[in-house]
Nanobody
């Protein structure tokens, strides 16, 4: 079992930055691949980024490539999403999620554990 808690969301102006954190419980965090997803009102949940258990492999959606950076600190059981050059279209609830394998990382169904989400609002 993995329990995930996101933090770091908030209101920011376009062009600004935020860093999201996702703290995980459990001693097996380092064995899980982690992902970030987001969901805007009236839209489906979409994949943002993923990172392998070691941090050696990362994946980004085209919409955030070059602006967002995912990282993890296994000693702190935490995964991060650094978001720069934010745009109003980045406004959404952001969720972190965990899967046992770094597989089909953009697919919601591959992730067994989810956090409760944190709101990110980017004003124009």
């Amino acid at each position: 079992q993995v329990h995930l808690v996101e933090s770091g969301g908030g209101l920011v102006q376009a062009g600004g930055s935020l860093r999201l954190s996702c703290a995980a419980s459990g001693r097996t965090f380092s064995s899980y691949a982690m992902g970030w997803f987001r969901q805007a009102p009236g839209k489906e949940r979409e994949h943002v980024s993923a990172i392998s258990w070691s941090g050696g492999s990362t994946y980004y959606a085209d919409s955030v490539k070059g602006r967002f950076t995912i990282s993890r600190d296994n000693a702190k059981n935490t995964v991060y999403l650094q978001m720069n050059s934010l745009k109003p279209e980045d406004t959404a609830v952001y969720y972190c999620a965990a899967q046992k394998y770094y597989s089909n990382v953009a697919a919601v169904y591959e992730y067994a554990y989810w956090g409760q989400g944190t709101q990110v609002t980017v004003s124009s």
